[in-house]
């Protein structure tokens, strides 16, 4: 039987409600991707000490991050920083790559650009809509934009890209320039497109 990994399973024992939190701004849960591929995950939970105790949690979630690296046989994520404020908890999780991202938290996930997400099998057939002025792409537009970055993603949470925004899915609020907040219902993909 597959075991079932990753820090939102660990955290969701512990927690009662899946929030979604920049290194800036700690109010919400948020997934930075760099440049290099390497992802950070900046969680925020409202944590619910009568069934766990700071250092019970803690051990708990670096526990599911060890059993992953010994399984994977590297050590692909880390817990960069714990804590907990005022019944929140913000752990911070650095992956090495979307996959182990993906994999690790059990999530359909995908961070790299057109050409290879198509390459990968993900349906490109899906509009996009331009942040600035509103115009839409489809699959040939978007095909044709092969060396564009894109992210595909089904959690409801923060992101915070390197680059500019250009297009997304009408699931995505772009908050800034390189941030925006996904929405996504019943296992629906979310889009975001950048060069």
Known sequence: MKKKTGILLV????????GCAAKEETTATTIEIKKDGT????????????????????????SE?????????T?????TEMSVEE????????????SCYAAF?????FYGTVAQAYESGYDLSISLNHVEDGTTISRDDILKMGQYYIVIMEENCNVKLFKKIEYTSSNVIVKDKKEATVQTQDGELAYLLFQ
């Open 87 to 98: 019944s929140i908890a913000k752990p911070i999780v650095s992956f090495e790559d979307f």
């Open 105 to 109: 938290n059990d999530v359909n996930f």
């Open 75 to 79: 050590e692909k994520i880390k817990l």
């Open 65 to 73: 991050i060890s059993d992953y690296n010994l399984t994977d046989g």
């Open 39 to 62: 992802l950070t995950h900046y969680i925020v939970e409202e944590f619910q000490g009568e069934n766990y105790n700071e250092t019970e949690l803690l051990e708990m979630v670096e």
């Open 11 to 18: 955290i969701a024992l512990a927690f009662m409600s899946y």
